[in-house]
């Protein structure tokens, strides 16, 4: 079994900045993709980055694609998610989901362990 805490949430302003952490434990294996996801008050959740851990090779959403980047720290078995340019429709909570393969998937029901998530609220 895995397990994901996320942290690093919190207020910013508009054009402000954040890095999430999303730290794993318990069993873990080289071949599994980390993937970010969000979901907002009365939204869906929706996929946001992912990082193949092995290769290192990333996936963006349109929607953050140029503001977001998604990186690994091999040592400390930890994924990230670096926010800049932050803007209010990036209000939300934020989740780290684990799927072991080789495959890319943005579906929510492809991904086998979820952290509980962290706030991130932007303000204009």
């Known amino acids: 079994q895995v397990q994901l805490v996320e942290s690093g949430g919190g207020l910013v302003q508009a054009g402000d900045s954040l890095r999430l952490s999303c730290a794993a434990s318990?069993?873990?294996?080289?071949?599994?993709?980390m993937g970010w996801f969000r979901q907002a008050p009365g939204k869906e959740r929706e996929f946001v980055a992912a990082?193949?851990?092995?290769?290192?090779?990333?996936y963006y959403a349109d929607s953050v694609k140029g503001r977001f980047t998604i990186s690994r720290d091999n040592a400390k078995n930890t994924v990230y998610l670096q926010m800049n340019s932050l803007k209010p429709e990036d209000t939300a909570v934020y989740y780290c989901?684990?799927?072991?393969?080789?495959?890319?998937?943005?579906?929510?029901?492809?991904?086998?362990?979820w952290g509980q998530g962290t706030q991130v609220t932007v303000s204009s």
């Open positions: 318990g069993r873990t294996f080289s071949n599994y993709i």
């Open positions: 990082i193949n851990w092995s290769g290192g090779s990333t």
């Open positions: 989901a684990s799927r072991y393969g080789s495959l890319w998937y943005t579906e929510e029901r492809r991904y086998d362990y």
